[in-house]
């Protein structure tokens, strides 16, 4: 499988096809070294197997010989040349050495060559593959293209590659008259595809850092992550600047910088030590050093460097690599001191500096270091992460470095790179005088998100006990809530009780930070133990004082904060919260911290009613967490993921989410997240028509929590699919047992949502005579929930029993009332069910009336019926693209329609019907 290159398989295709089909055509693909191009050769060879294939290739070594390449294109075909008119098979036979020499036209070569094809595609469709057009030599170079430009009358295809050293730009001179199509580097995505196929895998950190690099060039995606060491693959340690692209690479680049005179040289070997930045400095360091500015504009004239809006760049980071490494190390030395002298900004100056230094320099690190700490001051934490490291490399005494390498590794875990930050805490935990306590607190922050809470848990608890010991009740507090983090996880609550209380008795001497954390802590566990009154009381106040709280460095507490306010139906203080800390997370670029308070807002979102806005949190928010490797986390956020999905019945993809979260809770044993997980998978049961094996997941997270002491009923949910479960399964004496047991755990606990669930499920089970008074009973238990989706099933519930009832009539207005939630929701396997159970109880004419859109369905489908495209209808509709296909399916399938066209022309109908 070729990464990112689905649109040049598309033409290649064509390409292919139209041979089969006696449609001839030649296709030139030209590209930098490196970019591809010969995979692109042999995937079209192996997908026209089925025809004739021919090869040759260019050598730089051969073209002085005459004919070379072409005898190899044609080699297969030297029996049909006995066919060919006698002037054309002795032309033929003369180029190829077949014959003796004589003298011959310059076009009787190239001529028989067509000739030749053609008697081959007459009996079997023929694909010629040209490799390195631009080192074919002379003679082969003519007849080939001369041939390939007149494959229409020959019914034959052609596929030529040609290089074009160090940009890309353009195609070689004499190729007029074929099909271009320029091979461009890959996208991030598909560089990053490329390199998890690796032989040996790469940290996400080291991912990014080869594919910004390697300019989404595949060769040299290959060559940098081979040539990496083994810190540098666990994204443990940074990559050179620039890193060396790989001999052939570098050669392929480097050979552009031949032809330029030494004043352009140097002109190139600043703009490559600068990597981007104002003109006018360039021009200023040549002066400094004694240059002319005239090299600038023949180095843009060569193409290597470009100059737009004031600002000048190498054109490729693969020829800044090649034109870096071409200078001697004294020559780079120079021009980084040429450049530091004539910086624009303290900042530029000190990386400047850093890069002329060849020894520790303290000067140099302190300039570093205050770069570092004016980019943090502005939420470039990957920058400031950076300096801190060079700064550090650069200073003289070791305790210098160690507080370097601590300030490098706060940043590295920001931005989410946790590996390279650990990397940091190992080299700043050996120097003396450490700062024990913060990379205590880092280290064990960032090994309950690498997915090892239990020994992240025990060293927390062990610095903790030293720290009271000596005295310091503020940093055993912050130690102690530091590990309560990894029980959230484990979904050990005795062990967080035990932790909380230990914070809570060495922060109240103190208060502050300390207390605060403390308390929100101590109501969250009454929250999850199903004591909602208490949790509700103690986060209301915790909440109202987390100004005091650093909302980055407490993010999993502060984050459970909201995720509690929202079982308790608190929402909007639930939102305000986790607002806050996405606003922190993005002011600080803390790519790191956001994706645990962007799966809260995507539940949030889910109960109250906004599906496509929980869709886009959670879709994120997995993203995030890979690119991450924050593996518990991950487990949390696929669980998320799979639900929305499920409500929408998406439930092969949400399946395939779970069987991911699962697999890594079991090895990490996060139970309390397996218990989210479990909880999603009763739902895509439920959806996908197994009531049982709904009920049996519901139960299997109830199995999994009851140890825990878990006894919040809306943490997952999962009580509410295994009623259904049983109650559609007809297993009413399960449903009732199910029933009153969280009825009680409602009474015990106080919970909204338990109740409203208790309700409903008491009109699915109650005679005849009592379901209306049940039914007014259940519509109220839920009317304050602020969960439309909760609403919804009520309504469904009530329609279906009054189905089963002598009251079927009855029944219409409640499904109705389902039906038109469930639509707005997007959730179409519960619309589909609401749908089919108005049918039997429809009138005829109802029954005759065409699938009314309403709605946000209605806006969709005028949208089309106006010619909008996607991208169009889903700003329009405040979508993302892939909820809108998703959308579109769904709304296909319910409208039995299969295109566009159709839908514009339903759109209009529907207006008809109901203006």
Request: glycine content about 8%.
């Amino acid at each position: 499988m070729l990464e990112g290159r689905a649109h040049e398989l598309e033409r290649i295709g064509e390409l292919l096809e139209g041979a089969r089909r006696g449609r001839g055509r030649a296709l030139l693909l030209h590209g930098e070294a490196g970019i591809g191009k010969t995979s692109l050769l042999a995937a079209a060879a192996a997908r026209g197997a089925d025809l004739t294939v021919l090869r040759t290739s260019g050598h730089e070594a051969e073209t002085g010989l005459p004919f070379t390449a072409l005898r190899r294109l044609v080699e297969p075909l030297l029996a049909l040349r006995e066919r060919l008119p006698p002037v054309q098979a002795h032309a033929l036979g003369t180029a190829l050495a077949l014959e003796p020499p004589s003298p011959q036209e310059r076009l009787a070569v190239p001529i028989a060559l067509l000739a030749l094809v053609r008697l081959a595609a007459a009996e079997r469709p023929l694909l010629a593959l040209v490799d390195d057009v631009q080192w074919l030599d002379p003679a082969s170079r003519e007849a080939i293209l001369f041939a390939a430009r007149r494959l229409g009358s020959a019914g034959g295809a052609a596929l030529l590659l040609a290089r074009r050293d160090g940009d890309g730009v353009g195609a070689p001179a004499d190729v007029g008259g074929l099909d271009r199509l320029a091979v461009g580097p890959l996208d991030a995505a598909s560089a990053r595809a490329l390199l998890r196929r690796a032989p040996e895998p790469l940290a996400d950190a080291a991912q990014r850092a080869v594919a910004a690099a390697a300019g989404g060039n595949p060769l040299a995606l290959v060559e940098l992550s081979a040539g990496l060491t083994p810190a540098q693959r666990a994204g443990r340690a940074p990559l050179d600047a620039p890193p060396r692209p790989g001999p052939l690479l570098e050669a392929s680049f480097a050979r552009r910088l031949t032809d330029l005179a030494p004043a352009e040289r140097w002109a190139v070997t600043l703009a490559a030590a600068m990597e981007h930045g104002p003109l006018a400095w360039l021009l200023a360091a040549l002066s400094e050093s004694g240059a002319a500015a005239c090299a600038v504009d023949a180095a843009e004239r060569a193409r290597i460097v470009v100059v737009a809006d004031g600002e000048v760049a190498l054109r490729h980071p693969l020829l800044r690599a090649a034109a870096y490494h071409a200078a001697t190390a004294d020559e780079r030395q120079a021009a980084h001191r040429a450049l530091a002298a004539t910086a624009p900004d303290p900042r530029r100056r000190a990386w400047q500096l850093a890069g002329a230094a060849g020894a520790a320099d303290p000067g140099v690190a302190a300039a570093l270091e205050e770069a570092a700490r004016d980019a943090r001051a502005i939420g470039g934490y990957a920058e400031a992460a950076s300096a801190f490291a060079r700064a550090a490399e650069l200073s003289g005494a070791e305790s210098a470095r160690g507080l370097r390498e601590l300030e490098a590794a706060h940043d590295l875990a920001t931005t989410g790179e946790l590996d390279r930050a650990l990397g940091f805490l190992d080299a700043a935990e050996l120097r003396d005088g450490a700062d024990l306590l913060a990379i205590a607190r880092l280290r064990g922050n960032l090994e309950i998100r690498r997915g090892d809470p239990h020994g992240a848990y025990r060293k927390l608890i062990a610095e903790g006990e030293r720290n009271l010991a000596e005295g310091d009740r503020a940093a055993a507090a912050t130690l102690f809530l530091e590990a309560s983090v990894a029980p959230m996880l484990t979904g050990d609550l005795d062990q967080q009780q035990h932790v909380v209380d230990r914070a809570l008795a060495a922060a109240r001497p103190v208060g502050g930070e300390p207390l605060v954390l403390a308390e929100l802590v101590a109501a969250e566990l009454l929250a999850v133990r199903g004591r909602d009154a208490e949790g509700e009381a103690g986060l209301a106040a915790a909440a109202a004082r987390l100004g005091e709280v650093d909302l980055l460095a407490a993010e999993m507490i502060v984050g459970m904060a909201a995720q509690a306010s929202m079982w308790l139906g608190a929402f909007d203080r639930a939102e305000e919260i986790v607002g806050r800390m996405l606003d922190a997370c993005r002011a600080a670029r803390a790519l790191g911290r956001m994706h645990y308070p962007l799966s809260v807002r995507a539940q949030i979102a889910w109960r109250r009613g906004d599906w496509d806005a929980a869709l886009r949190d959670v879709e994120e928010a997995v993203q995030l967490a890979r690119a991450t490797g924050q593996e518990a986390l991950l487990a949390f956020v696929l669980a998320i993921h799979a639900r929305v999905l499920a409500g929408r019945g998406e439930t092969a993809t949400a399946r395939a989410l779970l069987a991911e979260a699962l697999e890594i809770t079991d090895r990490e044993r996060a139970d309390g997240i397996a218990v989210h997980a479990h909880a999603s998978l009763a739902l895509v049961e439920l959806v996908d028509g197994r009531p049982l094996a709904a009920a049996a997941a519901a139960r299997r997270a109830d199995e999994v929590e009851a140890p825990l002491g878990l006894r919040q009923p809306t943490a997952c949910l999962a009580a509410a699919d295994e009623l259904d479960g049983l109650l559609l399964a007809g297993r009413t004496d399960e449903a009732r047992a199910a029933l009153d047991a969280l009825a009680a755990r409602a009474r015990d606990g106080g919970s909204a949502w338990a109740a409203a669930v208790v309700a409903r499920g008491e009109v699915a089970l109650a005679a005849d005579a009592d379901v209306g008074a049940r039914a007014e009973a259940a519509v109220a238990a839920c009317a304050g929930l602020g969960m439309p989706f909760e609403q919804a099933r009520t309504e469904l519930a009530i329609g279906e029993r009054l189905r089963r009832g002598p009251r079927r009539a009855d029944a219409r207005a409640p499904l109705a009332r389902a039906l038109e939630l469930f639509e707005r929701l997007g959730a179409v396997p519960f619309a589909e069910r609401s749908r089919v159970g108005l049918e039997p109880v429809s009138t005829r004419a109802a029954e005759a009336e065409p699938p009314r859109l309403v709605g946000v369905e209605l806006r969709l489908a005028r949208l089309v019926a106006e010619g909008r495209t996607n991208r169009e209808i889903a700003a329009a509709l405040q979508l993302g693209e892939k909820t809108l296909e998703r959308r579109l399916t769904a709304l296909y399938r319910r409208l039995g329609i299969a295109s566009r066209t159709e839908l514009a022309r339903f759109a209009g109908d529907d207006a008809g019907r109901h203006a």
